[in-house]
Structure formats: structure tokens, C-alpha cells
């Protein structure tokens, strides 16, 4: 759930390279084996338990041998074991194990009566026939079959695989805690211009360390505390913020409103942060920058490792400060002063207090300003979505609904350029005349200084003129072409209206040859990006997508005109000599924490709140999905699941084990609740039938198993489809 913004959808591994790399091969080997241990202690407690009470297992299987297709199988004793064809579960059969066994004594008589009619008419009974009775009468009245055992027993043979996936999910907790969890640290990165975190204050560099009251120490800790929060009322963020001088910080409560936003579930508007290090985590010898940016230019290459520590006269200590002298200095060179690990004698040392690069050289290097790409479109610009309070725009009487016609008396222009032509005249008062219901307000602004960036953060994401405090959207509505540009080529027009967008990228002996091999997954990147009214995504798209493009792409746009026609059109990407890009190319390493016990014992201990809190989740997260404050669409089925260990995988074995924390409790929670074909509807009639003394009537239990089953079937469609892209998680 975390976001990488720089690029984040460019760096992934080619389509095809996982198929030749050792470390791929063994990460899907941990995550089958984790899965498959989920699977496999839950039937063990149903198997242990049957054994303990005497019953007999005619079968233990992980995944389901449909139509009696399987992996392998092996009899031991008179038990067959063995790994079905659909590794979607697993199974243990027990003698006499039927879901209505009313139904079973039912057959029986029936049977016989069947028997006895065919043994008038021709004086004898069919070897098949005495078979089938004596199976059935055997399931039924056999003191080892599951029917045959008194409730308690048979209550402890169903609850036993909740009880070992609990059990199973406290051990995984314990190790993972006792090796030390890496873990996203909780630092505001980015504030999304016009979300409930950027009108409620916050800030890059803001270090979370409570929401609602409850310890933040992830940045998991907070999207958790959001979702299943109770945003009715807000959310209590408490925040430590850095002072000036970077030696203080300040303790801050501020309260923030989560809105849906026609997402999946509840957001605030902030992205993790980054370090200060460039990342080592790219394969082979590539350089820790995005290929044909500016870094990547650079005439001395950086390498992986570096941490900056200086750009121009200003010393950096956090991300943050990266992003603002980045901002400040956006169409100007700059000069990067890095440390660099070295061993070579004569270099340079690092100073004695830093002790994570004891054996460094400093280096400066001068960085170009990175041009933006663009096609030769302004977009239409919406109305002000939202006013910072206490900002200029709110202090000079902005309103959310406000339409901007002028700016010191001339036109607003594209809007994807105001906040750059605004910075241009820092501290001069700005007239700016708006629509306001028909009726024409001037109001005059002096902007402050810039404490965040004004980009978006996530599909949909409005743009913001930070340095006044107010936001507005980019419609996917063409408002002019610059002459002579690609657009204007291809027969653009005003009023043109963007449906889909689709990158074309070069070919794969071109991308080798700019440095991007391995590093882009061509079926991702050419996934069509759809655009409308109430997702109009042009700004997100611009930032995130365009800028990061191998050089070489072109766009390909599905367009609506005035007769409402779709057509289509292939434009040329260029450079902007005039306007800059605050990214100039640098991957950081993420910002990480690493939480690991002291000992044993206090292993233990954050194994056991890890556990619970994984547990009792679940519960909050059913409640919210209930009453629509989570959408359905973030359900994720067999495929997300995987994906996801895969990514915890990647990360280290302590971190597949708290993912397994968190699958195996889920799956205790969910087997539990009263759903006829679950633990927990078994549960139900086996609790009744204690009460009463006898079965629940067998037509009930048939139509609720009905009812359960097909509650079940239609969840696993419904979740399948997510997973293959068959239905739309928009």
C-alpha cells in the first residue's frame, strides 16, 4: 500500500526476466511454502483433534482434488494423503463427515427400503446394492465415525483448525519481531494538494506517532488506523514536526477528515517519505537515477549508495529538504554534494559523528534542470476545489467554487503552469479576479513560503498553488494547442475530450539502448489509463506517467469531439525548454524502520498484541465494509493474496511472516463466522443440537447450507474477478 512516487510504475521487473533469476525462484518457494503452511495447520487441527477423539480420516489433502485429478498422493495407515489439483484450500474427510447428516440417515432408509422392494420381486439383493448400504449404515453407526461422537467432541474437532491458525499466527508474529521487521517508516513524504491532510496542515518531513489514539509506528499502522477508523467524527493525528533549526521538534494534534473519494477505502492524502541515500536496489550496475534525466546526465555518474548531504549552500537532513531545495531551485543548475563509500587511502573521511559511512569521500556534482515533457495541450481548468485554512487564498476570502478568469490582469492560462509562473514573484502581491456565482471578486494574494509540493499523489489527485493554499483539478477537456506541436498536427481542438490514453514505447533494442532494460514491463505501461468526468486523472497522468517515459514514447489518445465521434491519435512526446520539473531524476531509498525485540520475552509479547489486533480487525473491517466506508472492490482473492506475500517476500523472511500473522488470523476469524458451511456454522449447529438434544431439522440445515454455499460461491466469483481485471476496481 505504500506508494513510490518517483517512477514508481516504470521500475518493476521485465515480464520475462523472473523466469532466469535465482532470487525470484527462491522468493515464490517461500511464499508457496508460507501459503501452503497456512492451509496445512488448519487442516492439522481438524486431523489432530479427529485422531485424538478416535474418529477415522479417510483423507488429508491440500487443495482440492476436483474429479479426482491430483498433484501426488501416498496411503499411510488408513489415511490418504495427498495435494490436489486446486490450491485454493485444503480438506480432511472423516468417516461419516456429511454436512446434513439427517440427509445420510435418510439415505440409509432409503436404501433399505429399496433393498427389501428389489428382494420380493426376485428373491435376492445386487452385491452393489448390499455395498451401498453397508457404507452407509457404516459411516452412520461406526463408534470411529464423526457422527458417532458426542458434541463437545465434535466441537473440538471443527474449532481445532481456528485455534491452530491462531496459534500458527502468534509463532509467525514472535519470529518475525524476534529477527526485526523492516517496515515503512511513518514520516509524511508528499501531501496530495486540496486532501483532508493538506486542509488540516500537514507537512512534508511530520513524523506520525498516534492516530485516534492509538501508537503509530508504520506507515501500515496509519492507512490501517484510517480505514477502520471512525471518520464520522475525524480522525486525532498526533504528529511530531521539525523546528527550523532541525535540532527541535514540536509535539502537534491536529484532527483530519477521511474522505472515500470514489477510492476503495478511506484516504487523508499522504505518501511515505524517502531518505536521503540513493537506492541500491536495482539489479546489476545501474545508476540510481531515472535513464535520461537530468541525474542520470549528470557528468559524474552517481552511484548507488550516495547520500546527499548538501545541495548549493544548503545542508540536507531529510527528504523533505530534498523536495524543497528541488522547488526553490527548479530552473536553475544545482550542485549536489554527496558522500561516497570508498576504501581508496588520501580520500576525504566523513565526519566523526556519522557513523553510517565510516570510510567516505564527499564529492560535488552539478545537475542540469530536467525539462518537462508535454504534447502540446492546456487543459480546462475545474473550479477551486479546496482553500487551506489560514492560508493566503482563505485569508484574502477564496472560496472552494471559485472560477479564476484573470491573474494580474491577464488570462489564467495553462493551469498545469500557474504554480510555476507564480513562483516566478515570490512575496509580491498577486491580483487575481474570480467567478464567483456570476458575479466578478477581485482579491489580492501575497504568497507564502512553500512548505509542500503542489503535484498529486494518486489517480485523481487535484494540483495546488501551495505557496497561496488553494487546489483545483485539470479536466480531461482540451482548452487549447500550442502551434506547431504534435496535438495541433494531428487535428486537436478546443473542447476535444480525452477518453483513454495509451503509452507506446520503443522497442526493446531501443530501450537497451537508453539504459532501460529489465526495467520496464511493457504490458503494465501500455494498459490504457481511462479518463472522465469524475475521474478526470490528466494531472496524475501528466506527472507520474509522462515525465517518467522512456525517450521515444509517444501517446496515444482516444478522443470525443463535438459530434461526440471517437477517434484516435498518436502524438510526439517533447522537451519544455521554458518549464521545469521539480524531479530530476533521483531514486531514494525508502524510509524505513526496523522493529525488532529486545528479547525473547518481549518477542512474545509483540507477538501476542500483533495476533490479537490482526484478529479483531477483521471485525472492524466486515463492520466498515457493511456500511460502505471500505468498498467491496478492495476485496482481493486468491492472486491478490499471493501478489502480496510476494511483495512482503521480497522484502525479507520477517516480513512474509508478519504477512502470514495477518493471513493466518484472518483466516481463523473468517472460518469462525456463523456461515453455514464454515467451522462456524458447523459450530452454530452443533451448539443448537447440544441445547435441544437432537439435530436442527434437516431441511433447515439443508436451506441454510444452501444459503452458505452459494454466499461463499458468489464472494469467490466476485473476488477471481477482481483478481483477473473481469470486473473494475474503479
Same mark, same amino acid.
Given at each position: 500500500?505504500?506508494?513510490? +512516487?518517483?517512477?514508481?510504475?516504470?521500475?518493476?521487473?521485465?515480464?520475462?526476466?523472473?523466469?532466469?533469476?535465482?532470487?525470484?525462484?527462491?522468493?515464490?518457494?517461500?511464499?508457496?511454502?508460507?501459503?501452503?503452511?497456512?492451509?496445512?495447520?488448519?487442516?492439522?487441527?481438524?486431523?489432530?483433534?479427529?485422531?485424538?477423539?478416535?474418529?477415522?480420516?479417510?483423507?488429508?489433502?491440500?487443495?482440492?482434488?476436483?474429479?479426482?485429478?491430483?498433484?501426488?498422493?501416498?496411503?499411510?495407515?488408513?489415511?490418504?494423503?495427498?495435494?490436489?489439483?486446486?490450491?485454493?484450500?485444503?480438506?480432511?474427510?472423516?468417516?461419516?463427515?456429511?454436512?446434513? &447428516?439427517?440427509?445420510?440417515?435418510?439415505?440409509?432408509?432409503?436404501?433399505?427400503?429399496?433393498?427389501?422392494?428389489?428382494?420380493?420381486?426376485?428373491?435376492?439383493?445386487?452385491?452393489?446394492?448390499?455395498?451401498?448400504?453397508?457404507?452407509?449404515?457404516?459411516?452412520?453407526?461406526?463408534?470411529?465415525?464423526?457422527?458417532?461422537?458426542?458434541?463437545?467432541?465434535?466441537?473440538?474437532?471443527?474449532?481445532?483448525?481456528?485455534?491452530?491458525?491462531?496459534?500458527?499466527?502468534?509463532?509467525?508474529?514472535?519470529?518475525?519481531?524476534?529477527?526485526?521487521?523492516?517496515?515503512?517508516?511513518?514520516?509524511?513524504?508528499?501531501?496530495?494538494?486540496?486532501?483532508?491532510?493538506?486542509? !488540516?496542515?500537514?507537512?512534508?518531513?511530520?513524523?506520525?506517532?498516534?492516530?485516534?489514539?492509538?501508537?503509530?509506528?508504520?506507515?501500515?499502522?496509519?492507512?490501517?488506523?484510517?480505514?477502520?477508523?471512525?471518520?464520522?467524527?475525524?480522525?486525532?493525528?498526533?504528529? +511530531?514536526?521539525?523546528?527550523?533549526?532541525?535540532?527541535?521538534?514540536?509535539?502537534?494534534?491536529?484532527?483530519?477528515?477521511?474522505?472515500?473519494?470514489?477510492?476503495?477505502?478511506?484516504?487523508?492524502?499522504?505518501?511515505?517519505?524517502?531518505?536521503?541515500?540513493?537506492?541500491?536496489?536495482?539489479?546489476?550496475?545501474?545508476?540510481?537515477?531515472?535513464? $535520461?534525466?537530468?541525474?542520470?546526465?549528470?557528468?559524474?555518474?552517481?552511484?548507488?549508495?550516495?547520500?546527499?548531504?548538501?545541495?548549493?549552500?544548503?545542508?540536507?537532513?531529510?527528504?523533505?529538504?530534498?523536495?524543497?531545495?528541488?522547488?526553490?531551485?527548479?530552473?536553475?543548475?544545482?550542485?549536489?554534494?554527496?558522500?561516497?563509500?570508498?576504501?581508496?587511502?588520501?580520500?576525504?573521511?566523513?565526519?566523526?559523528?556519522?557513523?553510517?559511512?565510516?570510510?567516505?569521500?564527499?564529492?560535488?556534482?552539478?545537475?542540469?534542470?530536467?525539462?518537462?515533457?508535454?504534447?502540446?495541450?492546456?487543459?480546462?481548468?475545474?473550479?477551486?476545489?479546496?482553500?487551506?485554512?489560514?492560508?493566503?487564498?482563505?485569508?484574502?476570502?477564496?472560496?472552494?467554487?471559485?472560477?479564476?478568469?484573470?491573474?494580474?490582469?491577464?488570462?489564467?492560462?495553462?493551469?498545469?503552469?500557474?504554480?510555476?509562473?507564480?513562483?516566478?514573484?515570490?512575496?509580491?502581491?498577486?491580483?487575481?479576479?474570480?467567478?464567483?456565482?456570476?458575479?466578478?471578486?477581485?482579491?489580492?494574494?501575497?504568497?507564502? &513560503?512553500?512548505?509542500?509540493?503542489?503535484?498529486?499523489?494518486?489517480?485523481?489527485?487535484?494540483?495546488?498553488?501551495?505557496?497561496?493554499?488553494?487546489?483545483?483539478?485539470?479536466?480531461?477537456?482540451?482548452?487549447?494547442?500550442?502551434?506547431?506541436?504534435?496535438?495541433?498536427?494531428?487535428?486537436?481542438?478546443?473542447?476535444?475530450?480525452?477518453?483513454?490514453?495509451?503509452?507506446?514505447?520503443?522497442?526493446?533494442?531501443?530501450?537497451?539502448?537508453?539504459?532501460?532494460? $529489465?526495467?520496464?514491463?511493457?504490458?503494465?505501461?501500455?494498459?490504457?489509463?481511462?479518463?472522465?468526468?469524475?475521474?478526470?486523472?490528466?494531472?496524475?497522468?501528466?506527472?507520474?506517467?509522462?515525465?517518467?517515459?522512456?525517450?521515444?514514447?509517444?501517446?496515444?489518445?482516444?478522443?470525443?469531439?463535438?459530434?461526440?465521434?471517437?477517434?484516435?491519435?498518436?502524438?510526439?512526446?517533447?522537451?519544455?525548454?521554458?518549464?521545469?520539473? +521539480?524531479?530530476?531524476?533521483?531514486?531514494?531509498?525508502?524510509?524505513?524502520?526496523?522493529?525488532?525485540?529486545?528479547?525473547?520475552?518481549?518477542?512474545?509479547?509483540?507477538?501476542?498484541?500483533?495476533?490479537?489486533?490482526?484478529?479483531?480487525?477483521?471485525?472492524?473491517?466486515?463492520?466498515?465494509?457493511?456500511?460502505?466506508?471500505?468498498?467491496?472492490?478492495?476485496?482481493?482473492?486468491?492472486?491478490?493474496?499471493?501478489?502480496?506475500?510476494?511483495?512482503? !517476500?521480497?522484502?525479507?523472511?520477517?516480513?512474509?511472516?508478519?504477512?502470514?500473522?495477518?493471513?493466518?488470523?484472518?483466516?481463523?476469524?473468517?472460518?469462525?463466522?456463523?456461515?453455514?458451511?464454515?467451522?462456524?456454522?458447523?459450530?452454530?449447529?452443533?451448539?443448537?443440537? $447440544?441445547?435441544?438434544?437432537?439435530?436442527?431439522?434437516?431441511?433447515?440445515?439443508?436451506? +441454510?447450507?444452501?444459503?452458505?454455499?452459494?454466499?461463499?460461491?458468489?464472494?469467490?466469483?466476485?473476488?477471481?474477478?477482481?483478481?483477473?481485471?473481469?470486473?473494475?476496481?474503479?
Amino acid at each position: 500500500m505504500d506508494l513510490q +512516487l518517483i517512477g514508481y510504475w516504470l521500475f518493476e521487473l521485465s515480464t520475462y526476466s523472473w523466469v532466469t533469476d535465482p532470487d525470484t525462484w527462491l522468493m515464490i518457494l517461500k511464499v508457496a511454502f508460507g501459503l501452503g503452511m497456512v492451509i496445512f495447520v488448519h487442516e492439522l487441527g481438524h486431523f489432530g483433534v479427529a485422531k485424538l477423539c478416535g474418529v477415522q480420516c479417510d483423507k488429508f489433502y491440500l487443495g482440492f482434488d476436483i474429479a479426482g485429478w491430483k498433484l501426488c498422493k501416498f496411503k499411510w495407515g488408513e489415511t490418504e494423503y495427498g495435494i490436489g489439483i486446486l490450491p485454493l484450500g485444503g480438506y480432511v474427510k472423516m468417516l461419516g463427515q456429511e454436512d446434513n &447428516p439427517a440427509k445420510l440417515k435418510e439415505e440409509v432408509e432409503r436404501a433399505k427400503a429399496a433393498a427389501e422392494a428389489q428382494k420380493t420381486q426376485d428373491g435376492k439383493q445386487s452385491d452393489e446394492e448390499l455395498v451401498d448400504i453397508e457404507a452407509a449404515e457404516h459411516a452412520l453407526y461406526d463408534p470411529r465415525s464423526y457422527l458417532a461422537q458426542s458434541v463437545p467432541k465434535r466441537m473440538a474437532i471443527i474449532s481445532a483448525g481456528v485455534i491452530m491458525n491462531i496459534i500458527f499466527a502468534f509463532i509467525c508474529a514472535v519470529g518475525a519481531f524476534y529477527m526485526g521487521v523492516t517496515q515503512t517508516a511513518c514520516t509524511v513524504g508528499q501531501v496530495q494538494p486540496g486532501g483532508p491532510a493538506w486542509e !488540516a496542515g500537514l507537512r512534508p518531513d511530520d513524523k506520525i506517532v498516534s492516530i485516534a489514539g492509538k501508537r503509530a509506528y508504520s506507515f501500515r499502522d496509519l492507512l490501517t488506523g484510517i480505514t477502520l477508523g471512525d471518520n464520522d467524527e475525524g480522525l486525532s493525528v498526533e504528529i +511530531l514536526r521539525p523546528e527550523k533549526d532541525g535540532e527541535k521538534t514540536e509535539k502537534i494534534t491536529i484532527v483530519v477528515h477521511p474522505e472515500l473519494d470514489g477510492g476503495l477505502f478511506p484516504t487523508i492524502g499522504v505518501a511515505s517519505s524517502y531518505t536521503t541515500t540513493l537506492t541500491s536496489r536495482l539489479k546489476g550496475d545501474k545508476s540510481p537515477t531515472i535513464p $535520461g534525466s537530468a541525474a542520470a546526465k549528470a557528468s559524474t555518474p552517481f552511484k548507488p549508495g550516495d547520500k546527499i548531504i548538501k545541495i548549493g549552500d544548503v545542508e540536507i537532513e531529510s527528504y523533505g529538504d530534498i523536495r524543497r531545495c528541488l522547488s526553490e531551485q527548479i530552473n536553475q543548475p544545482i550542485s549536489v554534494t554527496i558522500l561516497r563509500r570508498t576504501s581508496s587511502p588520501g580520500k576525504e573521511l566523513t565526519e566523526p559523528e556519522d557513523n553510517t559511512l565510516p570510510n567516505a569521500e564527499k564529492l560535488t556534482i552539478q545537475v542540469a534542470p530536467q525539462p518537462m515533457r508535454r504534447v502540446g495541450l492546456e487543459m480546462t481548468m475545474s473550479p477551486v476545489l479546496a482553500v487551506k485554512s489560514g492560508s493566503p487564498a482563505a485569508k484574502t476570502g477564496m472560496k472552494a467554487g471559485d472560477v479564476l478568469t484573470k491573474i494580474d490582469g491577464k488570462p489564467v492560462g495553462d493551469p498545469l503552469t500557474l504554480a510555476a509562473r507564480l513562483r516566478k514573484n515570490p512575496a509580491k502581491t498577486i491580483a487575481i479576479e474570480v467567478d464567483r456565482n456570476g458575479e466578478t471578486v477581485p482579491l489580492s494574494i501575497t504568497p507564502g &513560503p512553500i512548505e509542500t509540493y503542489g503535484e498529486p499523489i494518486r489517480p485523481g489527485g487535484a494540483v495546488g498553488v501551495t505557496a497561496m493554499g488553494f487546489a483545483y483539478d485539470i479536466l480531461n477537456i482540451v482548452n487549447s494547442v500550442s502551434e506547431g506541436s504534435s496535438a495541433q498536427k494531428q487535428g486537436l481542438k478546443p473542447g476535444d475530450k480525452i477518453l483513454e490514453a495509451v503509452i507506446s514505447l520503443p522497442d526493446d533494442e531501443t530501450l537497451k539502448e537508453l539504459g532501460y532494460e $529489465g526495467m520496464v514491463d511493457k504490458s503494465a505501461a501500455e494498459e490504457p489509463i481511462e479518463f472522465s468526468n469524475e475521474q478526470p486523472n490528466w494531472a496524475y497522468f501528466f506527472y507520474r506517467v509522462m515525465q517518467t517515459l522512456p525517450p521515444q514514447s509517444k501517446l496515444i489518445l482516444t478522443l470525443s469531439g463535438e459530434s461526440d465521434d471517437t477517434r484516435k491519435v498518436t502524438l510526439d512526446i517533447a522537451e519544455n525548454k521554458d518549464w521545469f520539473n +521539480l524531479d530530476r531524476g533521483f531514486l531514494l531509498e525508502p524510509d524505513t524502520i526496523v522493529r525488532k525485540a529486545e528479547s525473547f520475552g518481549d518477542a512474545v509479547t509483540l507477538g501476542a498484541i500483533e495476533t490479537y489486533e490482526s484478529a479483531t480487525k477483521v471485525f472492524v473491517f466486515l463492520q466498515k465494509l457493511a456500511g460502505g466506508q471500505i468498498s467491496a472492490r478492495a476485496l482481493g482473492g486468491p492472486v491478490a493474496i499471493a501478489k502480496t506475500a510476494g511483495h512482503a !517476500a521480497s522484502k525479507g523472511t520477517a516480513e512474509l511472516f508478519l504477512f502470514l500473522t495477518l493471513l493466518s488470523a484472518n483466516l481463523a476469524v473468517i472460518n469462525f463466522l456463523p456461515i453455514p458451511v464454515l467451522d462456524g456454522g458447523h459450530m452454530v449447529f452443533l451448539a443448537w443440537e $447440544g441445547i435441544r438434544g437432537k439435530p436442527a431439522n434437516e431441511n433447515v440445515q439443508l436451506l +441454510l447450507s444452501y444459503i452458505g454455499l452459494i454466499l461463499i460461491l458468489s464472494l469467490m466469483i466476485f473476488v477471481l474477478g477482481l483478481d483477473f481485471g473481469l470486473i473494475s476496481r474503479q
